[in-house]
């Protein structure tokens, strides 16, 4: 079948940088009391209402969680720097383009915004007061499977078949794209999750590469 369409992974993919790890450290949260909070949640000591209080409170320890920080921080992570022309050569060869993410919806759409992309999901949706405070988090932990459900509600929405599209991405929440449309492109970056080479329809190691295969 024809391709129609290429969905993006944004962490590790049009971005080196993982999100969630970058805004955490930059708000003043610490990366060891978010890894232990996830951890105490997955071998069940504490449950998901408190991990998600947990992941608030270790936001807030040096300032309020204020939504206009939350989206000057991630204004601040840069794309690769090939990502715009990539994005953009595609775009001009007649391909839709789609962003997925297991990061947060205010990110999704900074990146939409920087590249023109506006089929954008993201798995994790940050829940503002009317005065712009952060209360709540609603993710989804099984980002392989969501990101499945997302993928196709993108397909349903144009009238895709999974086989026309590609998925390009690096990790292990991208792997059911890659086996349901058959033409995954792995992105070799340190963080990449091997398990997804196995499947691979191509592999790259920059986002310009795929110029020669698109
Ligand atoms: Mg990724």
């Known amino acids: 079948m024809a391709i129609k369409a290429v969905i993006f992974d944004i962490d590790g993919t049009l971005s080196p940088t993982i999100s969630w790890d970058y805004l955490t450290m930059r708000i003043g949260g610490s990366l ?24 608030i409170a270790n936001w807030t320890r040096r300032a309020p969680p204020l939504k206009v920080t939350f989206r000057s921080i991630l204004e601040e992570i840069a794309l690769h720097d090939d990502a715009p022309a990539a994005v953009a050569y595609l775009r001009n060869k007649g391909y839709r383009i789609a962003a997925i993410t297991g990061s947060f919806d205010i990110y999704a759409d900074i990146v939409g915004e920087k590249l023109g992309i506006a089929d954008r999901y993201a798995l994790t949706t940050l829940i503002w007061d009317a005065a712009g405070r952060l209360t709540d988090i609603e993710t989804n932990y099984d980002g392989r499977a969501q990101k499945y459900i997302r993928f196709m509600a993108f397909c349903e929405r144009y009238g895709l078949a999974p086989a026309e599209c590609v998925a390009v991405g690096d990790s292990s929440n991208d792997m059911e ?15 990449e999750a091997k398990e997804l080479e196995a499947i691979a329809w191509k592999k790259i190691r920059r986002l310009k590469e795929l110029t020669a295969i698109l």
């Open 177 to 191: 794209l890659f086996r349901v449309t058959k033409r995954g492109i792995a992105v070799q970056t340190e963080l």
């Open 32 to 55: 060891e009391e978010n890894a232990a909070a996830f951890a105490d949640w997955s071998t069940e000591r504490i449950t998901e209402s408190v991990l998600r209080q947990r992941l």
